[in-house]
């Protein structure tokens, strides 16, 4: 049965490529929706994500489409890999070929610049479906590519979708745990990019495993302040959703957003860092959106909020590390 069951990934990035590896041994059609024609077109071809993702062949079965009407017809998962920026923008042109009975699977980690939503919620917004789940978790896509073991939560107010996600996309590979908390899920994903940047800044910086550590720890304060404010549950925060990813992406070389607050460190503006790659840091734009919720939910943030004035306020560095140390001294 599981075989039978139909795939449609959005976003051809290095996280949709990867999921799209993973996951195609368990689907006997999926379809991967690229936004880029020269791309696709490539992909088509020689079956490699020379951009984003290079030295995997994708399996035949896998098929490539730059038109979002033809990827979504008869899915029965929708997974949306695509940057924040777009996402709503996409799911709107998919949205007139949606079936009733799709369950979407949001595996976008950031929030919605000026509405401050999370993704999920951008989706509900456009499609209106109650079938709609949260993808998140420790991952890295080249390592989730090669076909190295990874642990991922899948979240969603309906045990029943998260149920059958669950089924459908666990494999040898790919194990993955469903939560009942996507706020928790969802914020932990979207703000562990933020601290990941701090944690470049500390790397750049020459500074040591004691900082390094108490970046993390203070770090993870800040998110479930945050996310337990919104709703979220404290204990998802301590779960692979939040303190796994943030470790992950803060210490591992592959994350881009720990590679921008390197270069931040060594003295390049922002707008050359992001100019030099086609990836995307979720983490840079999160900034703003995550100081922004800070101020209306009346949580105090000073990493991040020392994090966008480096982003944004051309605020040194080091500076924005001295004036964390030398903040009034309290109670932990």
Same mark, same amino acid.
Request: glycine share 8%; charged share 20%; proline share 5%.
């Given at each position: 049965?599981?075989k039978?069951?139909?795939?449609?990934v959005l976003g051809?990035g290095s996280?949709g490529?990867?999921?799209?590896l #993973?996951?195609?041994?368990r =689907? $006997?059609?999926?379809?991967l929706? @690229?936004?880029?024609?020269?791309l696709?077109?490539?992909? *088509?071809?020689?079956?490699e994500?020379?951009?984003?993702?290079p030295? =995997?062949q994708? !399996?035949a079965h896998?098929e490539?489409?730059t038109?979002i009407a %033809?990827?979504?017809p008869g899915?029965?998962f929708?997974?949306c890999?695509?940057?924040?920026? =777009?996402?709503?923008r996409?799911?709107?042109?998919?949205?007139p070929? @949606?079936?009733?009975?799709?369950? =979407?699977v949001?595996?976008t980690?950031?929030l919605? %610049?000026?509405?401050?939503?999370?993704?999920?919620?951008?989706?509900?917004?456009?499609?209106?479906?109650?079938?709609?789940a949260?993808?998140s978790g !420790?991952?890295f896509a080249r390592?989730v590519?090669?076909g190295?073991p990874a $642990?991922?939560?899948?979240?969603?107010?309906?045990?029943?979708v #998260?149920?059958?996600i *669950? *089924?459908?996309f666990?494999?040898p590979?790919?194990?993955?745990y469903?939560?009942a908390?996507p @706020?928790g899920?969802e914020m932990g994903g979207?703000l562990k990019?933020v601290? #990941?940047i701090?944690?470049? @800044?500390?790397?750049g910086?020459g500074?040591?495993?004691n900082?390094?550590? $108490?970046?993390?720890t203070r770090?993870?304060a800040?998110i479930?302040?945050? $996310?337990?404010?919104?709703?979220g549950? !404290?204990e998802?925060l301590?779960?692979?959703?939040?303190?796994?990813?943030?470790?992950?992406?803060?210490?591992?070389?592959?994350?881009r957003?720990?590679?921008?607050g390197v270069?931040l460190?060594?003295?390049k503006?922002?707008? #050359?860092i992001t100019a030099s790659? !086609?990836m995307?840091?979720e983490?840079?734009?999160t900034?703003a959106s995550?100081?922004a919720?800070?101020?209306k939910y %009346?949580?105090?943030l000073?990493i991040?909020e020392?994090m966008h004035a480096v982003l %944004?306020k051309?605020k040194?560095p080091?500076?924005?590390i001295?004036d964390?140390?030398?903040?009034?001294?309290?109670s932990?």
């Amino acid at each position: 049965m599981e075989k039978a069951l139909k795939l449609s990934v959005l976003g051809g990035g290095s996280w949709g490529t990867a999921l799209t590896l #993973a996951l195609a041994p368990r =689907f $006997a059609s999926i379809r991967l929706w @690229v936004f880029e024609k020269d791309l696709a077109e490539r992909l *088509q071809t020689t079956r490699e994500n020379d951009v984003y993702l290079p030295g =995997f062949q994708l !399996p035949a079965h896998v098929e490539i489409t730059t038109d979002i009407a %033809h990827a979504v017809p008869g899915a029965d998962f929708v997974l949306c890999v695509i940057p924040s920026a =777009f996402a709503r923008r996409t799911y709107a042109e998919m949205l007139p070929r @949606v079936s009733p009975s799709t369950i =979407f699977v949001s595996a976008t980690k950031g929030l919605e %610049h000026n509405s401050l939503l999370r993704m999920s919620q951008v989706l509900f917004d456009v499609v209106r479906t109650p079938h709609i789940a949260i993808l998140s978790g !420790p991952t890295f896509a080249r390592e989730v590519a090669r076909g190295e073991p990874a $642990a991922v939560v899948v979240s969603s107010e309906d045990r029943v979708v #998260a149920n059958k996600i *669950q *089924q459908a996309f666990s494999g040898p590979n790919l194990r993955l745990y469903t939560n009942a908390d996507p @706020v928790g899920v969802e914020m932990g994903g979207a703000l562990k990019n933020v601290i #990941a940047i701090a944690a470049g @800044v500390v790397e750049g910086l020459g500074m040591g495993n004691n900082t390094m550590a $108490a970046l993390i720890t203070r770090g993870l304060a800040e998110i479930t302040r945050l $996310a337990a404010e919104m709703g979220g549950r !404290p204990e998802t925060l301590a779960g692979l959703a939040g303190l796994g990813d943030l470790v992950l992406t803060c210490t591992g070389d592959l994350s881009r957003n720990r590679r921008v607050g390197v270069e931040l460190a060594k003295g390049k503006t922002l707008r #050359a860092i992001t100019a030099s790659t !086609p990836m995307v840091a979720e983490g840079v734009e999160t900034c703003a959106s995550a100081v922004a919720l800070g101020r209306k939910y %009346h949580v105090d943030l000073p990493i991040m909020e020392q994090m966008h004035a480096v982003l %944004h306020k051309d605020k040194s560095p080091r500076e924005a590390i001295r004036d964390l140390m030398e903040r009034t001294l309290r109670s932990e």
